[in-house]
């Protein structure tokens, strides 16, 4: 699938969600303003193709009132609350939309995701199809290239950075990071999905993508310094909860795999979040602010 037809897709679901209910001419009138506009109308077989296409990426359904002759979403609301909308417009239909008014794009500023829109539509055709990707990939933690045949079981993006999750035979889950990937293919044999796995029982406890490494706990963060109202506003983890909250301060708790990702974005709070359980991330945070310390007060 081609990152053009890809970008139609999107366009196609947003124009008919925002208008709630539109005829195909309707469509072909907002169509002609788009920048992916090729100077065609869209037939009404392209378009019903489309609308399978995009029932099988997406699992929306675009359905046709046939007193009035207009398409509108099924369960429209579930499209506004769910993660399907927040994927698409959040990630492809801003970038749609600027694009269509060239002159805003100084004026809007995203933070970038590295190599995401090179092999995102590819890897999510394989996906559609259970078909295996071929790459060449660079991990940071080796100084040369490998090539993989792997199976896409589930994307997933998280601190800007796109993911692939595949299975190894033996049943161990693998994560690539799609930045680090040159060059990526599909190939020609299929897979069969697990049954067993679920992307999103597998990383419910995950803070991001790093799982495994420690068990999963419960967490209890003691937030100072008015940050407690970032946290309200956005949650580090969907397991939060405000469990205390005084004039001062508030404690969150979470149940989550406290790794090192999850280490990070504490130490990046400073002096305004507080380890307070499970004791031995309290020991091992004040371990790394203690090395810190060194770093910059060395001693004589």
């Known amino acids: 699938m081609s990152k053009n037809l890809f970008a139609r897709y999107i366009w196609e679901v947003t124009t008919i969600y925002e208008a709630e209910k539109i005829t195909l001419r309707r469509l072909n009138e907002k169509w002609t303003e788009c920048y992916l506009y090729d100077g065609k109308d869209i037939p009404r077989k392209t378009f019903d193709n489309h609308r399978k296409e995009i029932e099988t990426l997406f699992d929306l359904n675009i359905s046709c009132n046939k007193s009035d002759n207009t398409y509108f979403i099924e369960d429209s609301d579930g499209f506004q609350n769910g993660k399907i909308r927040r994927w698409l ?3 492809f239909a801003v970038n749609n939309m600027l694009s269509e008014t060239k002159h805003l794009k100084n004026r809007v500023l995203f933070e970038e995701i590295p190599s995401g829109h090179r092999f995102l539509p590819r890897v999510i055709q394989a996906m559609r199809e259970d078909k295996f990707v071929k790459i060449t990939y660079r991990s940071f933690w080796r100084d040369y290239n490998e090539t993989l045949t792997i199976a896409p079981l589930a994307l997933k993006i998280s601190h800007n950075r796109w993911y692939i ?11 690539y990071a799609l ?8 190939a020609d044999k299929k897979f069969e999905y697990p049954k067993s796995f679920s992307a999103e029982k597998y990383f419910a406890d995950c803070y991001g993508v790093i799982s ?7 967490v209890k963060l ?14 580090l983890h969907h397991s939060q909860k405000e469990t205390e909250t005084h004039q001062d301060y ?8 406290p790794a090192f990702d999850f280490q990070q974005t504490v130490l990046s709070y400073g002096e305004s979040v ?7 991330l309290r020991t091992q945070i004040a371990e790394k602010i203690k090395k810190m310390a060194e770093i910059y007060f060395p001693r004589n």
Not at 165 to 175: A, C, L, M, N, Y
Not at 222 to 235: A, D, E, H, T, Y
């Open 274 to 280: 507080e380890v307070i359980e499970p004791e031995w």
């Open 250 to 257: 508030s404690v969150f708790e979470y149940f989550l795999q």
């Open 165 to 175: 999750t595949t299975q190894k035979s033996e049943g161990q889950i693998r994560v």
């Open 212 to 218: 495994g490494f420690v068990k999963a706990d419960v």
């Open 179 to 186: 930045d680090r990937v040159s060059e990526l293919e599909i």
């Open 222 to 235: 003691k937030v100072m310094n008015n940050q407690q109202k970032f946290f309200r506003s956005l949650p």
């Open 89 to 91: 417009l959040n990630n």
